[in-house]
């Protein structure tokens, strides 16, 4: 079964940027979505950006116009460009592929790459 692996998180002021990458043990390539995701504290896990593999992109309105999705299908690797970031984003945030006909997820989640946004 493919496992997932978030990097690339860290602690970083407002206002500055970071790149999370997710790299998956297998192919990505035939997954028609592939999504970032994150929780905060308390919170339930909430979709920030996903990616068809045909271009089209979804994003939570509290990140548009400051993240970027993109994906690699032949290093089978995610990723998350988060630029202007704020307190509010600070999560962990987790990828994935959500299933197209059914509610959850192709593959078991992984550990999370921590992302905190402070001054």
């Known amino acids: 079964q493919v496992q997932l692996v978030e990097s690339g998180g860290g602690l970083v002021q407002p206002g500055g940027s970071l790149r999370l990458s997710c790299a998956a043990s297998?192919?990505?390539?035939?997954?028609?979505?592939m999504g970032w995701y994150r929780q905060a504290p308390g919170l339930q896990r909430d979709m920030v950006a996903t990616l068809t593999n045909r271009g089209s992109v979804n994003y939570a309105d509290s990140v548009k116009g400051r993240f970027t999705i993109s994906r690699d299908d032949a290093k089978n690797t995610v990723y998350l460009q988060m630029n202007s970031l704020k307190p509010e984003d600070t999560a962990v945030y987790y990828c994935?592929?959500?299933?197209?006909?059914?509610?959850?997820?192709?593959?078991?989640w992984g550990q999370g790459t921590q992302v905190t946004v402070s001054s």
């Open positions: 994935n592929s959500p299933r197209l006909y059914s509610n959850g997820y192709y593959f078991p």
């Open positions: 297998g192919s990505i390539s035939s997954q028609y979505r």
